[in-house]
């Protein structure tokens, strides 16, 4: 059964910076896909980023060249994802899960959420 945790989260002014840290445990095959989704104040989820195995990544138009996803894996049940997120905005306020497969194409064993780290930008 894979887990995902995730840490990082707080409050910052805007234009700030915060990492996001994501630690998987379990079985996480080399082929899934990864990312970060967020829930901002009274909406609905959306994802932000992705990397897939190749190392392809994908980007919410708002967080382009803002926000750097990236991916660890020393072996399949040790993998770590991360967010680097640059000249935070307030409109980048709002809960941030890790996920697999964000974008449901069946890249991954299990579709799995973390129970999420919030973020909070301030002006």
């Known amino acids: 059964q894979v887990q995902l945790v995730e840490s990082g989260g707080g409050s910052v002014q805007a234009g700030g910076s915060l990492k996001l840290s994501c630690a998987a445990s379990?079985?996480?095959?080399?082929?899934?896909?990864m990312g970060w989704y967020r829930q901002p104040p009274g909406k609905g989820r959306e994802a932000v980023a992705s990397i897939k195995s190749d190392g392809t990544t994908s980007y919410r138009g708002s967080v382009q060249g803002r926000f750097t996803i990236s991916q660890d894996r020393a072996d399949n049940n040790h993998v770590m994802l991360y967010l680097q997120m640059n000249n935070l905005q307030t409109t980048d306020t709002g809960v941030y899960y890790c996920?697999?497969?964000?974008?449901?194409?069946?890249?991954?064993?299990?579709?799995?959420w973390g129970q999420g780290t919030q973020v909070t930008v301030s002006s």
């Open positions: 379990g079985y996480i095959s080399s082929r899934c896909e």
């Open positions: 996920v697999t497969d964000p974008y449901n194409r069946g890249t991954c064993d299990y579709d799995v």
